[in-house]
Structure formats: structure tokens, C-alpha cells
């Protein structure tokens, strides 16, 4: 030790940071020992690699038996890329396969659900719907709107909303079509009557269908379509009935206005307020017949008119003396200043 601590001292360098040995001969001695001792310690053996890899692969560090972690360097060659294919490939085959299984599940249940739906809740619907649809507005028929309303919840619940949507809509135009069909074979002498019965046997109908799918309503048509379930029936009945019908009801409707009572007043207001809730722009079709039952019909008056209004009530008050409506005792009548 004292021997490499001389020979440590003699070891100086110059102004340019060159190192330089007195004892150049004990170092070269010293070093030449060192190497020889790590020679003699035993190196690890390595695969042979093949000269066309051997530039690029860099220390791969592999676990051993107990299927540790891997360390990877960025080796281009095909066996360390095949490698990390079966790493990389193995959970994603396996997430696919679970993917598959979960779709194939889920598909399942939906059409365990949708059976489900076509085997009990529907049918019980139609039904009560069939029913309602049917009823007389004076009529009593025992039908449980609880029950009903339970399955409604439950289908939309089981997201089978537009299914019921469309299902109720099409038993409804089914029996719309039946209605119109009535109304083609009714006489005319009967046709403002009967489209009554139809119109306000539908609207009593209403009245009972609409509550008990709100739920429906609620969730699926106010929420997603932005519509209400009610106007949606009547446009219905509109599209299906009325529209088929109105081109014949007008003219006896006008007709039945210019003789008095050959038709109930209340059918007369019944159906012309049902014609305007249904289709405002059906008014400008008859204004004087729309206008004798529902306000601002007519345009608003000018005093420029008022001599062509007075004449038209006085040509009234004459047709209506000349069917039979006197106008009464006139004797506690005020005279008028020209008598």
C-alpha cells in the first residue's frame, strides 16, 4: 500500500490537464494485475446471436421462473417483435372475447325482453285499449286503469317505449279506418249525426286512454319527440276521418244552417268546434258557417261597414219571420221620436 501511495504522488499533470507518471513502470505493473484477477472470475454465458442482430438487439434483461415482468429494449428484429405480438395480442383476444360474450348476452336478454313484451304486456294493453275505444260515453266498463298503468311503467321501463308507441298508434289507425269505413256507408241524412257520435265517442276515449300512458307520454313523447300523446290521436283522427269526410260534411252542414232545427243546435256546435280543434284552416272553407259558432272568424269590424252590417241584420230578421219566428209581442215596446 505504501508502495502505490509513492506511486500515486509521482502521478502529476501539466497545465493542459495531461496526466503523467514518474513511476510509469509500477502502474503499467499495478493495472496489468487488476485485469488479470477479473479475467479469472466467471462471466455469465450468452447465446449466440447471429451477426445480422447482433448490432441491434441491446441487453434484453428476461425474468427467470417466476414469470416476473419483462424489460424491452426498442429491437427491431423479428424474434423480440414476434414476442411482443403474444404479449400484446393475448389480453386483447381476450377482451374481445369478453366484448363477444357480453353482446351476445345483452342481444339475448333484449329478445327475452322483447317476447316478454309480445307475450303478456301488449296483448293486456290492447285490450283495455280495444275497450275504451269502443265505449259509449254514457257506458260504465270495469277496466283497471292501475293494472294498466303497471304495464305501461313496466314497458318503458324495459325501454320498449317506441314499440308501444308505435303498437298503440297502430291499433288506433286501425280502428279510425274501421270509423271512416262506417261513416262511407252512412246516409246522408244521417252523416252530421253520426260524425258526431264518432267524434265525441273518440274523444271520450281519449280521455281515458291519455292518463293512463303518461307515463308514455312523459318519458318517450314529450321528452324525445317533443310532441304530446293526446295531439298526436287527434291528428289521427284528423288525418284518417276527417280529412276523408270533411268535403261532404261541409255542404250539409251549410245546408242544415240555412234551415232552422232540422238539426240539433248542440250537434251543429258540436261539430263545427270539432272541425276547427281539429284543422283551424278548414274554417276559411265555410267563414259564415265557422263564424256562427266560434269567435274572430271574420275579420274585425270597420265603421266604414257598419250600414253593410245593419242591412245584413235586417235581411236575417226577415228571413227568419218568413220561416215562422215571429218577433214577438211589440206593444211594451218603446215607440220610437219618428212615429
Not at 304495464?151 to 280502428?175: A, F, M, P, R
Not at 248542440?266 to 256562427?292: C, H, I, N
Not at 209581442?329 to 215607440?335: G, P, T, V
Request: with cysteine; proline share 5%; hydrophobic share 35%.
Amino acid at each position: 500500500m505504501e508502495a502505490m501511495e509513492d506511486d500515486s504522488l509521482d502521478v502529476k499533470d501539466d497545465h493542459n490537464h495531461n496526466y503523467r507518471a514518474s513511476g510509469s513502470n509500477k502502474v503499467r505493473t499495478y493495472l496489468s494485475s487488476q485485469l488479470s484477477e477479473i479475467s479469472t472470475v466467471p462471466q455469465p454465458v450468452c447465446a449466440t446471436v447471429p451477426v445480422g442482430e447482433a448490432g441491434t438487439r441491446q441487453g434484453k434483461l428476461w425474468s427467470g421462473a417466476t414469470g416476473g415482468s419483462k424489460f424491452m429494449d426498442s429491437d427491431t428484429g423479428s424474434e423480440s417483435s414476434e414476442v411482443s405480438e403474444t404479449d400484446s395480442t393475448a389480453p386483447g383476444a381476450a377482451s374481445e372475447g369478453k366484448f363477444a360474450l357480453d353482446s351476445t348476452s345483452k342481444f339475448l336478454l333484449n329478445a327475452m325482453a322483447v317476447e316478454d313484451y309480445r307475450k303478456n304486456h301488449w296483448p293486456n294493453l290492447e285490450k283495455a285499449v280495444d275497450r275504451l275505444l269502443i265505449q259509449n260515453p254514457t257506458d260504465h266498463i270495469s277496466v283497471s286503469y292501475a293494472q294498466i298503468y303497471s304495464y305501461v311503467y313496466k314497458c318503458v321501463c324495459q325501454q320498449h317505449s317506441e314499440l308501444l308507441y308505435n303498437d298503440l298508434t297502430s291499433k288506433i289507425t286501425g280502428h279510425l279506418q274501421q270509423v271512416s269505413a262506417h261513416l262511407q256507408a252512412s246516409p246522408l241524412e244521417n252523416f252530421i249525426e253520426n260524425f258526431n257520435i264518432a267524434l265525441t265517442q273518440y274523444i271520450a276515449s281519449l280521455q281515458c286512454i291519455v292518463p293512463v300512458f303518461m307515463y308514455l307520454n312523459k318519458f318517450y313523447i314529450e321528452s324525445k319527440l317533443n310532441r304530446d300523446l293526446r295531439e298526436d290521436l287527434m291528428k289521427l283522427f284528423a288525418d284518417h276521418v276527417a280529412e276523408k269526410h270533411v268535403n261532404t260534411l261541409m255542404p250539409l252542414l251549410i245546408k242544415a244552417r240555412s234551415m232552422p232545427f232540422e238539426v240539433q243546435p248542440s250537434t251543429m256546435a258540436s261539430v263545427v268546434k270539432g272541425l276547427y280543434s281539429l284543422r283551424p284552416e278548414w274554417a276559411q272553407l265555410a267563414p259564415d258557417l265557422f263564424s256562427g259558432f266560434i269567435p274572430q272568424i271574420n275579420p274585425p269590424a270597420v265603421e266604414s261597414l257598419l250600414q253593410d252590417y245593419a242591412a245584413h241584420d235586417q235581411k236575417l230578421q226577415m228571413e227568419l219571420s218568413m220561416n215562422g219566428f215571429p218577433r214577438g209581442d211589440q206593444s211594451r215596446k218603446r215607440a220610437s221620436e219618428d212615429s
